[in-house]
């Protein structure tokens, strides 16, 4: 079936510091790939996306690039906020039963230090 | 349009009652979406709506659990003789969905239940 694997938080960063948060997925056929961010106290919100091979989605100075051959789909910041403190989830879309499904990984928290 | 809301934002009830959540939409989508997050785990899909037709639910949706949209606006996620382990934050969600075409959900902030 379909899944996706992100690594462990909390991450802990200092301000401006890079930001990779990595995640891999396993699909049957050619997902479209999400990461979904959400701060305390709210709902999650979508923060970026690829529908496609080698497309590179980005909003807010956050990357992430559909890598299919390494079923990869890692998020990266080159200088990171206090505010981005949340936890961000990877997600695949599914088109089983034309639902438009999605498959979540288990978050990872992010922690921004002055 | 506020976005999705979701009514009430926690519930504590008592193992073994019943309890029923609200989700109210944006208008305009056509598919509404119910979702199951439990602490330290991703969202885990319970159902969806098509207008007011249910197409799919997940096989974590025991019998206990029923949802309904009666008229393709708001949705009711009913949940019979609550256990400890139905307590989660229940998100809802919805998009607005022609053809293949897909943008994304929008979420609403979640009602978290606590059975005791």
């Known amino acids: 079936g379909n899944s996706v694997t992100q690594m462990e938080g909390p991450v802990t960063l200092s301000e401006e510091a890079f930001l990779t948060i990595n995640c891999t997925y396993t699909?049957?056929?050619?997902?479209?790939l999400f990461w979904y961010v959400q701060y305390p106290g709210e709902g999650l919100q979508l923060l970026l996306k690829?529908?496609?091979?080698?497309d590179k989605g980005s909003n807010k100075g956050f990357e992430a690039t559909y890598r299919k051959e390494t079923t990869s789909f890692h998020l990266e910041k080159g200088s990171v906020q206090v505010s981005d403190s949340a936890v961000y989830f990877c997600?695949?879309?599914?088109?089983?039963?034309?639902?438009?499904?999605?498959?979540f990984g288990t978050g990872t928290q992010l922690k921004v230090e002055l | 349009d506020t976005g999705v809301s979701q009514d009430p934002r926690h519930k504590i009830t008592k193992r073994g009652q019943n309890v029923t959540f609200r989700c109210d939409p944006i208008?305009?989508?056509?598919?509404l979406y119910w979702y199951r997050q439990t602490l330290g785990q991703g969202p885990e899909f319970l159902t969806y709506?098509?207008?007011?037709?249910?197409?799919?639910k997940s096989r974590l949706l025991s019998d206990r659990f029923s949802a309904e949209r009666p008229k393709g606006s708001f949705s009711t996620l009913e949940i019979q003789r609550t256990e400890q382990g139905d307590s989660a934050m229940y998100l809802c969600?919805?998009?607005?969905?022609?053809?293949?075409?897909?943008?994304?959900?929008?979420f609403g902030s979640g009602t978290r239940l606590t059975v005791v």
């Open positions: 709506f098509q207008n007011e037709a249910q197409l799919e």
């Open positions: 208008s305009e989508h056509n598919r």
């Open positions: 997600a695949l879309r599914t088109l089983s039963g034309g639902g438009n499904k999605l498959t």
């Open positions: 699909a049957t056929g050619y997902p479209s």
């Open positions: 690829a529908t496609k091979a080698d």
């Open positions: 969600a919805s998009s607005f969905v022609v053809g293949e075409g897909f943008y994304g959900y929008t």
